[in-house]
T-cell receptor
Framework: SQQGEEDPQALSIQEGENATMNCSYKTSINNLQWYRQNSGRGLVHLILIRSNEREKHSGRLRVTLDTSKKSSSLLITASRAADTASYFCATERNTDKLIFGTGTRLQVFP | DGGITQSPKYLFRKEGQNVTLSCEQNLNHDAMYWYRQDPGQGLRLIYYSQIVNDFQKGDIAEGYSVSREKKESFPLTVTSAQKNPTAFYLC?????????????FGPGTRLLVL
């Protein structure tokens, strides 16, 4: 069963623009994570935000969490062609498993 | 280098054949996971193991089997009972049970049916 649902499903932008992806989930969480997947590769962890945090930064990444709305957003600033990938949010279920959303496919054109 | 490896990168299965996908990690992680990813989809959990000699079914365990005889190894067998095995299979590991922390993923194995 899917817990996180990303929006939009696909996003195309030009280099230098900002990219925003959203994730909604259904049940209460302890933390929410964002992962990146290049085509045909494994996932790479980007950032983890805990339920008592509202915003977190890592380089060009900014993640927000609104537990009242059960939603999170991932912002990539000043995007580069190398940011082209699929981005997934993941929340834990029963503290021993992660549930991944269906992902946002980001295409950054040079 | 520390990491998680999967082999082979591509695997072909004939009808009625069992095939085994390898997953090895040298991160000293207690927990390991197998996911299936279909085109344009998210990850679905097949099996997971929180400790050696113990494993649990995930959401889509039917047609798959696993073993966890060693901490660093968590092989997945796709049996002939799995009627639609064509997919991308990802193995992951994490430090252990409890509040879920980061999972580290291998590069994946793409399984195709001949």
């Amino acid at each position: 069963s899917q817990q996180g649902e990303e929006d939009p499903q696909a996003l195309s932008i030009q280099e230098g623009e900002n990219a925003t992806m959203n994730c909604s989930y259904k049940t209460s969480i302890n933390n929410l994570q964002w992962y990146r997947q290049n085509s045909g590769r494994g996932l790479v962890h980007l950032i983890l935000i805990r339920s008592n945090e509202r915003e977190k930064h890592s380089g060009r990444l900014r993640v927000t969490l609104d537990t009242s709305k059960k939603s999170s957003s991932l912002l990539i600033t000043a995007s580069r062609a190398a940011d082209t990938a699929s981005y997934f949010c993941a929340t834990e279920r029963n503290t021993d498993k992660l549930i991944f959303g269906t992902g946002t496919r980001l295409q950054v054109f040079p | 280098d520390g990491g998680i490896t999967q082999s082979p990168k591509y695997l072909f299965r004939k009808e009625g054949q069992n095939v085994t996908l390898s997953c090895e990690q040298n991160l000293n992680h207690d927990a390991m996971y197998w996911y299936r990813q279909d085109p344009g989809q998210g990850l679905r959990l097949i099996y997971y193991s929180q400790i050696v000699n113990d494993f649990q079914k995930g959401d889509i365990a039917e047609g798959y089997s696993v073993s966890r005889e060693k901490k660093e190894s968590f092989p997945l067998t796709v049996t002939s009972a799995q009627k639609n095995p064509t997919a991308f299979y990802l193995c992951a590991s994490s430090t252990g049970a409890g509040v879920q922390e980061t999972q580290y993923f291998g590069p994946g194995t793409r399984l195709l049916v001949l």
